[in-house]
């Protein structure tokens, strides 16, 4: 009787596991989750636009699935969706965007399946946290679930190329938060010292003034880049891209 009940009680640990696991992958990731299902920690206070702007840049890549399948993968948030050019900019290299706007590293967690894994990405750009530390995030937290989201990523695919982005700086007038940012960063670049797959691309201090805050001329609106700033992020992808091997030979 014992081996019986022992024996049933695996066959339901068995069964609650498929469900489980049947459960994430009919969840329907279009929509925005209860806060209550996000993965990782963290506020659960969030922009309260975020899900109309998920909602709707997910019906943008509806459909698109099967197109972007082996891309070089853009993940992040409103500064990853605002980089417009992003095609152009990579002319001869098969790039996608899947920012989305007021997304954090928890939003990330949620949907980096969906989003990024599912199209067998080539390579992985990762820029994503300011809107944590924004949220009053702890920077520990934040750093506990871009290392999450670095797992995750290693046990979908051990050998795919991961550039990780420092945070980029910007100026909160009533709160400075420049002491978490940094902190957040160093924990970013203590992560991924070392390991052949993942490359640091510093946002940081080509952008920063001297109290850590980004520049006017280069972030007008004091969180998100212009022109300029993009330029030059695209100038330190180029570099890593290359160190990669991700860019095609024409290119070198």
Same mark, same amino acid.
Not at 88 to 113: A, Q
Not at 212 to 231: I, K, M
């Given at each position: 009787?014992?081996?019986?009940?022992?024996?049933?009680?695996?066959?339901?640990?068995?069964?609650?596991?498929?469900?489980?696991?049947?459960?994430?992958?009919?969840?329907?990731?279009?929509?925005?989750?209860?806060?209550?299902?996000?993965?990782?920690?963290?506020?659960?206070?969030?922009?309260?636009?975020?899900?109309?702007?998920?909602?709707?840049?997910?019906?943008?890549? #509806?459909?698109?699935?099967?197109? @972007?399948?082996? &891309? /070089? !993968?853009? +993940?992040?948030?409103?500064?990853?969706? %605002?980089?417009?050019?992003?095609?152009?900019?990579?002319?001869?290299?098969?790039?996608?965007?899947?920012?989305?706007?007021?997304?954090?590293?928890?939003?990330?967690?949620?949907?980096?399946? #969906?989003?990024?894994?599912?199209? @067998?990405?080539? &390579? /992985? !750009?990762? +820029?994503?946290?300011?809107?944590?530390? %924004?949220?009053?995030?702890?920077?520990?937290?934040?750093?506990?679930?871009?290392?999450?989201?670095?797992?995750?990523?290693?046990?979908?695919?051990?050998?795919?190329?991961?550039?990780?982005?420092?945070?980029?700086?910007?100026? @909160?007038?009533?709160?400075?938060?420049?002491?978490?940012?940094?902190?957040?960063? %160093?924990?970013?670049?203590?992560?991924?010292?070392?390991?052949?797959?993942?490359?640091?691309?510093?946002?940081?201090?080509?952008?920063?003034?001297?109290?850590?805050?980004?520049?006017?001329?280069?972030?007008?609106?004091?969180?998100?880049?212009?022109?300029?700033?993009?330029?030059?992020?695209?100038?330190?992808?180029?570099?890593?891209?290359?160190?990669?091997?991700?860019?095609?030979?024409?290119?070198?």
């Amino acid at each position: 009787m014992k081996y019986r009940i022992r024996g049933m009680a695996e066959f339901l640990l068995t069964v609650a596991v498929a469900l489980s696991a049947l459960g994430q992958t009919a969840a329907d990731i279009s929509q925005y989750p209860s806060l209550a299902l996000l993965p990782g920690k963290g506020p659960t206070n969030i922009w309260s636009g975020l899900p109309a702007k998920w909602a709707q840049r997910h019906k943008e890549w #509806a459909g698109h699935g099967g197109e @972007d399948r082996g &891309a /070089i !993968v853009f +993940l992040g948030d409103s500064i990853t969706e %605002g980089w417009h050019s992003l095609t152009n900019d990579f002319p001869r290299l098969h790039v996608v965007n899947r920012g989305i706007g007021g997304d954090t590293t928890r939003g990330v967690l949620y949907r980096l399946k #969906a989003d990024v894994l599912d199209l @067998d990405p080539k &390579a /992985i !750009v990762l +820029l994503i946290g300011t809107n944590d530390v %924004g949220n009053g995030a702890d920077p520990d937290d934040v750093a506990a679930n871009i290392r999450q989201i670095l797992a995750d990523i290693k046990a979908f695919n051990p050998h795919v190329p991961v550039v990780v982005c420092k945070v980029m700086p910007r100026y @909160d007038r009533q709160i400075d938060r420049a002491g978490k940012l940094k902190k957040l960063n %160093g924990e970013i670049e203590a992560e991924i010292k070392g390991d052949p797959e993942f490359a640091l691309c510093d946002t940081w201090s080509p952008f920063a003034d001297a109290e850590g805050h980004c520049l006017a001329s280069e972030f007008p609106d004091l969180l998100h880049p212009n022109e300029v700033g993009y330029a030059k992020w695209h100038a330190a992808l180029e570099l890593i891209f290359g160190d990669l091997k991700l860019t095609s030979p024409a290119q070198n």
